[in-house]
């Protein structure tokens, strides 16, 4: 490391931390040639490569921007939103690659907004997954079904959907003359 005061291009560390629960490692160093110490400070930079196959440092407030349109009138809160977002960019750390792929930043989303809140979950997979019938969003939703069949937790009332009660034949009273007379 080049020191900063006198350009030598040697320095001794002399402390380490780690700094932003682990992605940032801070460093003290000492310059042998002047004795004068200063910090750097030292961030795995994550890339994501695009379709097009430009890469661009990754960034947490696209995340934020493309869930919080599937998220627009639902009770979901900017802090909520911004831990998502954090979530996804531990998760792909986690994966140990420094270039990932964008359409795995969209897989990385889809797990934490579909606990988060499930009816975004469901407009977010329809434009990321290209759902192109309704038959994919009942696939969805029964998946969604089973899921929460297995884990024991009900629905989101915005997911419960049931088919309409058959109608009557051969009678030609309407709903509300029925319970008036």
């Known amino acids: 490391m080049r020191c900063p005061f006198c350009h030598n291009p040697d320095s001794r560390v002399i402390d380490s931390r780690e700094a932003d629960e682990g992605a940032t490692t801070r460093r003290r160093r000492s310059c042998p040639a002047c004795g004068r110490r200063f910090t750097t400070v030292e ?42 977002a954090q979530q996804v960019e531990d998760a792909i750390r986690a994966s140990g690659v420094a270039e990932v792929p964008s359409n795995e930043v969209g897989l990385a989303i889809l797990q934490p907004l579909r606990e988060l809140d499930e009816v975004a979950y469901l407009r977010f997979a329809s434009v ?45 009273r309407s709903p509300s003359s029925a319970r008036d007379g």
């Open 43 to 84: 961030e795995a930079v994550l890339a994501v490569v695009k379709r097009s196959g430009v890469s661009e440092p990754f960034n947490r407030s696209k995340v934020v921007a493309g869930v919080r349109r599937a998220c627009q009138g639902r009770p979901v809160d900017e802090d909520q939103l911004h831990q998502l």
């Open 128 to 172: 990321y997954r290209a759902f192109s019938s309704v038959e994919d969003f009942e696939q969805e939703i029964t998946e969604l079904r089973m899921r929460h069949h297995r884990g024991g937790t009900p629905p989101l009332p915005g997911l419960q959907i049931e088919p309409p009660a058959p109608r009557r034949r051969g009678s030609a």
